[in-house]
């Protein structure tokens, strides 16, 4: 396998990993088993031999509607025809696996994703950062262009007024008049 940065698993793989169910950033157990190389069975079992260190906020099972979701945005045929809804692991749930799998690829697949979850915050808080500093050079340019504005529609309006002639009218010219 590929390794990027050190780590054991690349880091684009953990990224396309991850998916937002529930305001949570998650990994489901399929994808967990292949990163740590296990069965997805011998995984859940793992977990329900030590349910107690996976409360909801850690782990959760994925409802119907979550999981036709789920399948209509992968498809059937990816998910190899699944009859089983998946379990979600958030950050914390993941951080934990690392007590219940202690083998030496778990250890060094759970650092790789811990440190990818930080990266992404780091990411996320990078832009909203940047983006209430757009915000605040759009209001402050606004309020610029307002006057830029403000002057040029002056400026037209004085132009579209009927300026006075100077001078005289041909006969043909008064006519019209």
């Given at each position: 396998?590929?390794?990027?940065s050190g780590s054991i698993?690349?880091?684009?793989?953990?990224?396309?990993?991850?998916?937002?169910?529930?305001?949570?950033?998650?990994?489901?157990?399929?994808?967990?088993?292949?990163?740590?190389?296990?069965?997805?069975?011998?995984?859940?079992?793992?977990?329900?031999?030590?349910?107690?260190?996976?409360?909801?906020?850690?782990?959760?099972?994925?409802n119907e509607e979550e999981?036709?979701?789920?399948?209509?945005?992968?498809?059937?045929?990816?998910?190899?025809?699944?009859?089983?809804?998946?379990?979600?692991?958030?950050?914390?749930?993941?951080?934990?696996?690392?007590?219940?799998?202690?083998?030496?690829?778990?250890?060094?697949?759970?650092?790789?994703?811990?440190?990818?979850?930080?990266?992404?915050?780091?990411?996320?808080?990078?832009?909203?950062?940047?983006?209430?500093?757009?915000?605040?050079?759009?209001?402050?340019?606004?309020?610029?262009?307002?006057?830029?504005?403000?002057?040029?529609?002056?400026?037209?309006?004085?132009?579209?007024?009927?300026?006075?002639?100077?001078?005289?009218?041909?006969?043909?010219?008064?006519?019209?008049?």
């Amino acid at each position: 396998m590929a390794k990027k940065s050190g780590s054991i698993v690349p880091v684009e793989r953990i990224y396309k990993s991850i998916l937002l169910m529930r305001g949570h950033k998650v990994i489901l157990d399929r994808e967990l088993a292949g990163l740590y190389g296990v069965e997805r069975r011998v995984l859940v079992q793992a977990v329900k031999r030590n349910i107690e260190r996976f409360p909801e906020d850690f782990m959760f099972q994925v409802n119907e509607e979550e999981f036709e979701n789920l399948r209509r945005n992968f498809g059937t045929s990816s998910w190899g025809g699944r009859w089983y809804r998946p379990y979600a692991f958030t950050e914390q749930g993941v951080a934990m696996l690392s007590s219940v799998l202690r083998s030496k690829r778990a250890i060094d697949v759970n650092i790789a994703i811990m440190r990818t979850f930080v990266k992404l915050r780091e990411i996320l808080a990078t832009n909203v950062a940047l983006r209430r500093k757009i915000e605040a050079m759009e209001r402050r340019y606004d309020e610029q262009f307002k006057y830029v504005f403000k002057i040029l529609s002056e400026m037209v309006m004085v132009e579209a007024k009927p300026k006075s002639q100077i001078g005289f009218l041909t006969e043909a010219e008064s006519n019209e008049k």
